[in-house]
């Protein structure tokens, strides 16, 4: 036997620290073992150390005693045991690497005040640590390991804010209020205090100490002097422990309530105020001032406003128990709230006398009904805790709708007036002069046609000018425009009538010899228009109310307008058609609508279209319809604590607009029931889902009407809304319905099915087509009755005593691709076709479509080139086929026949496999490949049999959800 030697790991521990030292109680996380151990060879690891502790001190001297290596805790020990050691456990070791480190103990020095300690590693045993690779254990050098000796200074307390104080704001006008609140804890030693000093901010009543929840010293109140707290031997905090000190005081100040501000505590100390039970030593604590948190003194805040859950709404006439008003009343954080009223004042244009049983409703709790007026109290009692919520429902009856009279008293709308005058007549002159002689002719020309006079030999210039007077009156190519006359030598031409039109006569005159002839202008001059009369009629803008009466008086002939809508546009259009369309007045004036008035234009100008105009406005009334319902909400309550006031403001909330709910014309829902074949005799089948949507309030539908199009009897009975009607001709009354449509976006589908006629012998014949259609619909929207009249057709459906359904592919092509394909016959598809429980179906044609993929790949078209066998059996079926014919890259439709049809017995199935020749496959695996689906639903035929169609070959395109996939095969 050999016996191998092993060279272990080395651990030796260096000098000990601290020395000998005072420490002050009260030190926290403080060294009280530290030392360098030295590891060699290889790492080991740490297991477990006990320290003896030497000394007087008691054995709760130390808190949060922890083990430390290099900086990281590693270990924790809960306390000295009654041997007097400290000892610490590592789970699992801990690894101590080659080289130096560093292994401490650190505690909190709580008592053992004038008492000494040092911590000793007094044995090799006393430190576990273990070779990292032999596993055995290596015992130390350098021990014993002792510190110095430590003596604990006298005791002391700590004073701060009480962490767990977390209060921001306190009520005014309360007793007993904490205001501050402080920890104080003694370390060392127990430490008495007996003086106490405490500085309120602000003057309050009744300041009074507690510690741990018994009153200390006596009760004061505070008027601007610090206040001293004797304490006598009330207040001993033992070493280690905390005591809380709380300061009470009424928000009071000489017994009137302070109800805002701030308020803190100051809390302070005389000299020497404290005393070390053991060592008897002196203290002041604190040793300086704490401040107290500043507190918000408030008084019971209470906050109301609109429910963001309830919106406004449009509500419907003649409906109980209607929600008018939701809010939510919200209490501060300062103190509880007691709420004692809630008043409900009722606003709006809806007359309060048309409402009844209003009532509130509070956490379910509902108030008596009243008959309401406009303000309205409730009296509560209940308590809102702080910070918390509660809502508030208001409820009343809506009566009914009628009409409410106006009452905003327009003034009459006010008239400008343009007067009318005559206008003045376009003159001109032409004077004669010169020296008179016989036989000369003299002539005065208008607008280019002359009037001439020969002179006599007596003639003078007067003579002259009233010969061409006469001359122009005679001039039928003038005399209806102007007229003349004369006056000494002077000749006077007028226009004869009024106007500017006047002013365009142009004048000139002629003479010869002696004779002098001078026209006062080219043309006639002094010519003015009739003034035509203009007036205007406007309406006061913030006069104007759905309702009021708006009447214009012209020269005695009154025509009214009344307004539809509330602004001045619609009146003054309102006001000018009236005028226009009365034909007395239309005779006389013209209106045109200016939006914020009306002209008023003379059709003649001048005195003679001249006019008198007045106009009034007088209260009308209005539909409720569009009328509204608001309340508003106020609320009384005190603050629990404080008992001051704290109601509420005045909340307006919600607006209800009344209307009469109103039904759209139903749509057909998308997912009503296809076009299909249905089975004679089945009951409550669905054939239409209609959507209804309510209009300004929700609806109740008590009544649906029908109508049946069909060659025969193909409904017997129409059900909706869990009432069932016979169809007596081709119409079907459901009655006694209540179904409820609201007043939202999506409406309200509701679905119709029905029962159908037997097809067959003692039935009606099969393939017979019915059509329901919804005619009527009457329902009530309140108290009020109306009716709907739509003309919405649910899709056709053909009636058959059985049905085929159809499906492509089956076990040989599972996930749609068959078995591989090679030049010769080829499976190309399975048809899967079973008959309704009801009946045996006959199939006739049976349509395939073919597409071919490859270089080559192609089925040629002949005659019966398709075989067709019983997927069970393997048998060849006898059938037809025009010829399917395929070429490459293309695709080919046929229908297969089946000689004498293929009858499928009620509630069978049969599976057909279809065979195609396939030729020009080659190429390498998935290169080529035929792909086979059904071709269009109109070309497969079959027989109702039981519904008496034999040979007569009833199309498929209703067969419900008819096949579209694909089969493929490849090589």
């Known amino acids: 036997m050999t016996v191998a030697s092993a060279n272990l790991a080395t651990v030796a521990v260096g000098t000990v620290s601290p020395a000998t030292t005072n420490v002050n109680a009260g030190t926290t996380n403080y060294t009280i073992w530290s030392s360098q151990l030295s590891v060699g060879t290889r790492s080991v690891n740490l297991m477990h150390v006990s320290y003896k502790v030497i000394g007087s001190i008691p054995q709760n001297a130390f808190a949060n005693i922890k083990l430390f290596l290099n900086g990281t805790q590693i270990a924790t020990a809960s306390g000295i045991d009654s041997n007097g050691l400290i000892n610490f456990d590592v789970p699992g070791g801990v690894a101590v690497q080659t080289g130096s480190a560093t292994l401490e103990v650190r505690a909190d020095v709580i008592s053992g005040s004038n008492r000494t300690f040092s911590l000793s590693l007094q044995n090799a045993a006393d430190m576990i640590v273990v070779d990292s690779n032999y596993g055995v254990n290596v015992a130390a050098t350098g021990i014993p390991a002792t510190t110095g000796t430590v003596t604990i200074s006298q005791g002391t307390v700590s004073v701060s804010v009480d962490p767990n104080f977390g209060v921001s704001t306190v009520p005014g006008g309360a007793s007993g209020v904490i205001v501050s609140q402080f920890a104080l804890k003694a370390y060392g030693e127990d430490m008495k205090i007996s003086y106490l000093t405490v500085t309120p901010s602000i003057n309050v009543d009744n300041v009074t100490l507690y510690a741990n929840n018994a009153q200390v010293g006596s009760v004061y109140n505070y008027t601007g002097t610090a206040l001293t707290f004797s304490l006598g031997s009330s207040l001993t905090i033992p070493a280690g422990t905390t005591v809380i000190l709380v300061v009470k005081a009424d928000t009071k100040s000489s017994g009137n309530n302070i109800a805002t501000g701030t308020i803190s505590v100051a809390l302070s100390a005389p000299a020497n105020n404290a005393q070390g039970m053991s060592s008897l030593q002196l203290a002041t604590v604190p040793s300086g001032t704490v401040n107290g948190p500043s507190l918000t003194i408030t008084s019971g805040a209470l906050t109301v406003a609109p429910d963001p859950n309830f919106s406004s709404q449009s509500i419907v006439a003649n409906t109980s128990n209607q929600k008018i008003g939701s809010y939510v009343l919200q209490a501060g954080s300062g103190e509880p709230l007691n709420v004692t009223n809630l008043n409900v004042a009722l606003g709006g244009s809806f007359p309060v006398t048309s409402l009844s049983n209003l009532y509130t409703s509070v956490n379910g709790v509902n108030a008596t009904p009243i008959n309401p007026a406009t303000n309205n109290n409730f009296p509560?009692?209940?308590?809102?805790?702080?910070?918390?919520?509660?809502?508030v429902g208001i409820y009343a009856d809506i009566g009914?709708?009628?009409?409410?009279?106006?009452?905003?008293?327009?003034?009459?709308?006010?008239?400008?007036?343009?007067?009318?005058?005559?206008?003045?007549?376009?003159?001109?002159?032409v004077t004669v002069s010169g020296t008179m002689t016989a036989s000369t002719s003299t002539s005065v020309t208008v607008n280019g046609y002359p009037s001439t006079y020969i002179t006599g030999g007596s003639d003078t210039t007067t003579t002259v000018a009233t010969a061409l007077a006469g001359a122009v009156n005679s001039n039928t190519n003038v005399n209806g425009t102007v007229s003349a006359s004369a006056t000494g030598g002077v000749i006077t031409i007028s226009a004869k009538v009024a106007g500017t039109a006047g002013n365009s006569v142009t004048l000139t005159a002629t003479s010869s010899g002696a004779i002098v002839l001078t026209p006062s202008a080219g043309t006639l001059l002094g010519g003015t228009a009739n003034a035509t009369q203009v007036m205007t009629v406007t309406p006061g803008a913030s006069n104007v109310a759905v309702g009021n009466v708006f009447s214009v008086t012209i020269n005695s002939t009154t025509v009214n307008y009344t307004a539809t809508v509330a602004t001045v546009a619609n009146v003054t259009a309102g006001l000018a058609s009236a005028i226009n369309g009365n034909s007395t007045?239309?005779?006389?004036?013209?209106?045109?609508?200016?939006?914020?008035?009306?002209?008023?234009?003379?059709?003649?100008?001048?005195?003679?279209?001249?006019?008198?105009?007045?106009?009034?406005?007088?209260?009308?009334?209005?539909?409720?319809?569009?009328?509204?319902?608001?309340?508003?909400l106020t609320v009384a309550a005190t603050g629990k604590i404080s008992n001051s006031s704290a109601n509420s403001s005045a909340v307006a909330g919600q607006i209800s607009t009344l209307g009469s709910g109103?039904?759209?014309?139903?749509?057909?829902?998308?997912?009503?029931?296809?076009?299909q074949f249905v089975v004679g005799g089945s009951t409550n089948n669905p054939v239409a889902d209609y959507n209804f949507v309510s209009n300004n309030g929700s609806s109740v539908i008590t009544e649906m009407d029908f109508t049946v199009t069909s060659a025969s009897t193909t409904v017997?009975?129409?059900?909706?809304?869990?009432?069932?009607?016979?169809?007596?001709?081709?119409?079907?009354?459901?009655?006694?319905?209540?179904?409820?449509?609201?007043?939202?976006?999506a409406g309200m589908n509701v679905p119709v099915s029905v029962n159908y006629n037997t097809v067959g012998l003692g039935g009606i014949p099969s393939n017979q087509t019915a059509t329901v259609t919804l005619t009527t619909v009457k329902y009530n929207s309140g108290n009020t009755s109306l009716t709907l009249t739509p003309s919405v057709a649910a899709n056709a459906m053909t009636l058959v005593s059985s049905k085929p359904t159809v499906t492509l592919g089956g076990t040989q092509f599972p996930n749609g691709t068959g078995p591989k394909m090679v030049n010769g016959q080829v499976l190309i598809a399975q048809v899967y076709v079973g008959a309704d429980s009801h009946g045996p179906v006959n199939l006739e044609h049976l349509p395939i479509s073919v597409s071919a993929t490859g270089a080559s790949t192609t089925i040629s078209s002949s005659a019966n080139n398709l075989v067709v066998k019983d997927d069970s059996n393997g048998q060849t079926l006898t059938t037809t086929n025009a010829g399917l014919g395929v070429a490459i890259g293309g695709n080919g439709t046929d229908a297969v026949a089946f000689t004498g049809g293929y009858q499928i017995q009620a509630g069978q199935s049969k599976t057909f496999d279809i065979y195609a020749t396939v030729s020009g496959v080659s190429g390498s695996s998935g290169t080529t490949s035929v792909t086979s689906k059904l071709g269009s639903a109109s070309l497969l035929t079959w027989d109702d049999v039981n519904g008496g169609t034999s040979g007569n070959g009833i199309t498929g395109s209703l067969i419900y959800n008819y096949p579209t996939n694909t089969l493929t095969v490849s090589n």
């Open 380 to 391: 509560v009692s209940f308590v809102l805790a702080t910070s918390s919520s509660q809502t």
């Open 400 to 429: 009914s709708m009628g009409t409410i009279a106006n009452t905003n008293n327009p003034t009459d709308p006010a008239a400008t007036t343009t007067a009318a005058a005559n206008g003045t007549v376009a003159t001109g002159t």
């Open 585 to 632: 007045l239309s005779s006389v004036v013209t209106a045109s609508n200016q939006s914020t008035y009306v002209r008023v234009t003379a059709n003649a100008s001048g005195t003679a279209g001249a006019f008198t105009i007045t106009a009034t406005a007088t209260n009308g009334s209005q539909s409720a319809s569009g009328s509204t319902i608001q309340t508003t």
């Open 662 to 675: 109103s039904l759209n014309t139903p749509t057909l829902v998308s997912d009503s029931p296809v076009s």
């Open 716 to 745: 017997t009975s129409v059900s909706v809304g869990g009432q069932s009607a016979s169809v007596v001709g081709s119409t079907s009354t459901v009655t006694g319905l209540s179904i409820s449509v609201p007043m939202t976006y």
